[in-house]
């Protein structure tokens, strides 16, 4: 009797586990069954972020990820219910190559982020660093990561991500001077960039297009690159050069790729050399399309505007910063030196060089001075403002510009893309989508590296503005496909990106019709129109059209966290 009663026991217990199973299956499932939602969104038109077209449907968030899309939610079980008629929802915008690392401890909000409908920034192109005053930057070091992921937890309304930049283990092992390391250095480089990986990034950075980035050999980068493979580490590349060398410097990267069997991710890829559009990027496409038919994993994002920004440092050659960036400047007080800087701009058709690649003076634009004397003529052409400024050679106001700003970095906004370069990069199958800017630091203001650029405010509007609505080249879901779940799956970021029951509910609802992207080179710190609703991990973000102060942003830690 008394294993009779044990085996009922056993029976009964089995049979209530199953029914509780079953049960739970059915509410996790697509089921309308007794949920409260936290959040509703019903009747719009849903893009998943797959490339799929849209359907009309209803969505139920629960506890920050989705739990029903379907027909007929019971809006009745929901605690906050957004009327989507005749509006698109889809998945939060990727911004695959963000800026806001130092930016982000400061104004966590990311309004400017949010209000283009980007919830997810990965960045780290410079590492990570933190902003002493604006235009002056310190390094964090490894042993900081940890510390600085804590200072902006619960406090960002975007989730955020980050590589670590290989330049600055290598300032950290052997400064910021063009010596060769040996292969214990190299080493050190190595177990460094490891450690990073450990405590949360998500791979490994360079921007060897400045110093002191650009004394990096490729065999080192190859040989620190495969000591993060283990760490599920990617390589991803401000590449050497996007002039006369872009087609060299692509390679570099698919042979970093090919020796180290990590994934490479070329950072804002672009042709930057007017004197041959059209010849370039073509030639860059067959090289990446043919090394993916071959089984590398490489890729690229890019912005959709026809004007690269950076420092206006980047016009003098790299012999100048051979000794340190502070010698360099140093060096800029020499008449000698500066003949000498002269000779090789004027004269030289080397791949360093940003004044031949633009096309001339008239086509660079003073964005950021970061000195009093000439924050007047921010937004105007160096050709100008030397006539203005009685300089006989604008490349001595450049010298002025940039000795006056230091140690803060004086930038410049370089017209030097071709148009038909720029829609052959972004409509290839393997571009995502990335703005190349920070969070601002203020409601309406710029970022903490201080370049004046549309891109900071209009970026992902502007994909669709001018892909999907003026030039009908990409479908709109083409485009959302872009900006959410291809750079989603591309960026190892498996739990979002898509609309989906139980991924994170990051989500944009817009007006299609009134979308529009509003900032321009005079004017970059202007609010896109027609994005109505964003919403992070679940949480209204943004509410028709103003943001809600709520910081709901998780941090995404990269494959190798420990």
Request: aromatic share 10%.
């Amino acid at each position: 009797d008394k294993d009779k009663r044990q085996i009922l026991i056993r029976g009964t217990l089995i049979i209530m586990i199953c029914a509780c199973l079953l049960l739970l299956s059915s509410l996790i499932g697509n089921s309308n069954y007794e949920w409260t939602y936290d959040v509703a969104i019903v009747g719009g038109r849903v893009i998943d972020g797959t490339g799929s077209p849209w359907i009309i449907a209803d969505i139920g968030i629960y506890k920050g990820k989705f739990m029903y899309i379907g027909p007929l939610l019971d809006t009745s079980k929901a605690k906050h219910v957004i009327n989507a008629t005749g509006k698109y929802v889809t998945p939060g915008w990727i911004d695959a190559m963000d800026q806001s690392v130092p930016s982000l401890p400061i104004n966590g909000l990311a309004q400017n982020k949010l209000k283009m409908g980007v919830t997810t920034c990965i960045s780290g192109e410079g590492g990570i660093f933190t902003m002493k005053q604006p235009g002056e930057y310190e390094d964090v070091l490894v042993e900081g990561i940890t510390e600085w992921f804590a200072s902006i937890q619960d406090k960002i309304s975007v989730n955020f991500g980050t590589y670590y930049s290989a330049d600055q283990a290598r300032t950290a092992v052997i400064g910021d001077t063009d010596i060769d390391p040996t292969p214990e250095e190299v080493q050190k480089m190595g177990d460094i960039l490891v450690r990073a990986m450990e405590v949360g990034c998500m791979g490994i950075s360079t921007a060897l297009a400045y110093p002191p980035s650009i004394y990096w050999k490729t065999e080192d980068l190859v040989s620190v690159a495969k000591m993060v493979k283990d760490c599920g580490g990617r390589y991803v590349s401000h590449i050497r050069n996007n002039g006369i060398d872009f087609l060299k410097s692509v390679k570099e990267a698919i042979y970093i790729g090919e020796q180290s069997g990590i994934p490479v991710e070329i950072f804002h890829i672009k042709a930057a050399y007017k004197p041959l559009w059209n010849k370039l990027m073509p030639e860059a496409v067959q090289l990446i399309s043919d090394a993916r038919d071959g089984g590398l994993d490489v890729a690229a994002n890019i912005y959709p505007y026809l004007a690269s920004a950076t420092g206006l440092d980047i016009l003098f050659p790299p012999w100048l910063w051979s000794d340190g960036i502070h010698q360099g400047y140093e060096k800029l007080k020499d008449p000698d030196i500066v003949e000498k800087v002269k000779y090789d701009i004027y004269n030289s058709n080397g791949p360093w060089n940003a004044y031949i690649a633009t096309g001339g003076w008239e086509r660079i634009t003073l964005s950021n001075a970061f000195c009093d004397i000439f924050t007047q003529y921010n937004g105007m052409d160096i050709e100008t403002i030397a006539n203005i400024t009685n300089y006989n050679d604008p490349l001595l106001l450049v010298i002025d510009i940039v000795t006056c700003s230091y140690p803060k970095r004086s930038s410049a906004v370089y017209f030097q893309i071709g148009e038909d370069d720029m829609i052959l990069a972004t409509t290839q199958q393997w571009t995502s989508i990335g703005s190349d800017s920070g969070s601002c630091l203020h409601e309406n203001g710029p970022d903490a590296i201080g370049v004046n650029h549309p891109r900071s405010y209009g970026t992902f509007p502007k994909v669709i503005r001018y892909f999907v609505k003026d030039k009908n080249i990409l479908s709109l879901p083409e485009a959302i496909n872009k900006m959410t779940g291809w750079s989603a799956t591309r960026l190892g970021i498996f739990d979002r990106g898509v609309i989906k029951n139980g991924m994170w509910a990051d989500v944009v609802v817009f007006d299609y019709d009134a979308l529009e992207d509003t900032s321009t080179y005079i004017e970059p710190f202007t609010y896109p129109k027609g994005i109505d609703h964003v919403l992070v991990n679940g949480v209204v973000v943004i509410d028709n059209g103003k943001h809600t102060n709520a910081t709901p942003g998780h941090i995404i830690y990269g494959p190798g966290k420990l």
